[in-house]
């Protein structure tokens, strides 16, 4: 298989050295995806885009999404008195290409709100930074870390699109009734490909025939903010709904990012664009295996254990957690919508239909036309969610409705 040698040896040693040689899923996704030198998103392994990419997202299609994006943080401004200054920190910012669309935007169609803004990225990979800022050296861009923002310290907006997908997950199965972690540790060679281990199932999966074969075992879970975690989102396993053998994923990291970010935020709101659904959809009995994916060269697979360091690994975004998470840390839900609703309030109906009365070549038209549509695809990223959590605004201000979220009568 395709995995990066050095990487798989480093996850192997750290096995190696922990208790009971074995690591929680979420710290062997940690390591595929950020290891500092080896992981998926900290080396050139990272491609996104539509030639020789593992995935695209929106700003790959069209400069629309970022547009029309744009005229909801425009009202966000107005609606909380047009400040001096009006952060927007995008987290996550891929290649740079949705901070060009929003920033240009602006700079051409409204200047005064241009003036009024800092545009701050947040991004953990070395790679996507340096490409961000090529890419934007000519734009009034920072770069910082999350926790490098002092507290209280944002009046504007948090966004992201597509990063709360990538946080490391654990994961869990139900073994008679049972809530029971999922563990990652090594079989030794591939020559002991299929032996029991001393603990739980296990599914075997091989990394690279000159590695050791790393393998799932079952366990007590980590931490006791796995159960926690159902009862913040009102999900009962012991209902007698769920199947012995049930797995799904947890992500307690992004309740620790909404909580870092909820934190920072002294006014204004947080906006999160993601595949996912409410934790009933997420943890219906009938999707028992899960959301975990991977990407690798367009094509999309559920083995986490191959091209390791090469590959993107994401789960589904259990949106009810961070609504509830949020409300803990002081946010307050202002709504929730799938994409192509949010975007078709923002203007993209009028973009479509006026495609035709623009003077292009007609493939040129045709390629438009059809990459706003895959906007809409209520299949497909039209399909995403959009939630949107504020702080600290006025009565005035909350009883003004965000124009992504105005559904026409």
Known sequence: MNSNPLLCTAIANHITTSPQQRISFAQFMEMALYHPEHGYYSSDAVKIGFQGGDFFTSPNLTSDFGELLAEQFLQMWEILGRPVTFS???????????????????????????????YVIIEKSPTLRQEQQQRLQDLPVRWCNLEDIPSNAIAGCFFSNELVDAFPVHQFTLETGELQEIYVTTQGDEGDEGDEGDEGDEEVFSSTGRLPTFV??????STPQLAEYFDLVGIDLASGAYPDGYRSEINLAA????????????????LTIDYGYPAT??????????????????????????????????????FTALECWGDRCGLENVGFIQQGLFLMALGLGERISGISYQKQPLSQLLQRRDALHQLLDPTGLGGFGVLIQSKNLEKTEISQPLKGLTLPE
């Open 216 to 221: 799932e075992v079952t366990g007590k879970p």
């Open 255 to 270: 309740l620790d990012w909404l909580s870092i970010v909820a934190d920072r935020l002294q006014r204004g709101y947080v």
């Open 281 to 318: 959809r997420y943890y219906n009995p009938r999707r028992s295996q899960g959301t975990l994916q991977c990407y690798y060269q367009h094509r999309f697979h559920d083995n986490p254990y191959i091209n390791i360091g090469r590959q993107d690994i994401t789960a589904h975004v259990d």
């Open 88 to 118: 927007l920190v995008e987290m996550g910012a891929g290649q740079g290409l949705l901070a060009l669309h929003i920033l240009k935007y602006y700079q051409l169609h409204y200047p005064d709100f241009f003036a009024a803004l800092e």
